[in-house]
């Protein structure tokens, strides 16, 4: 069993930053792709930024040059650096992973969630 539990949301003035962390637990386990999403009341889930297990990462192009995606291997956790927030950034942030556990295989994982909200 694999969990990812997201930590670092919370209330940020426009032009503020956060970290998002995505924390993973358990045993025996390889993660190859882990994306952070986004929801807003009303909306959609977005892909917001992809990181690969070699370091590979993509962005959604409304918050390139303002969120970096970056991962501690060792730690097994994945960070979301938010600059320059803007009110849209207003989401439910959702980590995602493609994880391979011994014995049960291949499959995705989500965190729960955290709320981020900016607002002066």
Do not use: H
């Not at 892909?47 to 590979?56: D, F, K, N």
């Not at 979301?80 to 499959?107: F, H, I, W």
Request: with cysteine.
């Amino acid at each position: 069993q694999v969990q990812f539990v997201e930590s670092g949301g919370g209330l940020v003035q426009p032009g503020g930053s956060l970290r998002l962390s995505c924390a993973a637990s358990g045993t025996s386990f390889s993660i190859y792709v882990t994306k952070w999403y986004r929801q807003a009341p009303g909306k959609e889930r977005e892909l917001v930024a992809t990181i690969t297990s070699g370091g590979s990462t993509n962005y959604a192009d409304s918050v390139k040059g303002r969120f970096t995606i970056s991962r501690n291997a060792s730690k097994n956790t994945v960070y979301l650096q938010m600059n320059n927030l803007k009110p849209e950034d207003t989401a439910v942030y959702y980590c995602n992973a493609d994880v391979y556990v011994s014995l049960s295989g291949r499959r995705g994982y989500w965190g729960q969630g955290i709320q981020v909200t900016v607002s002066s």
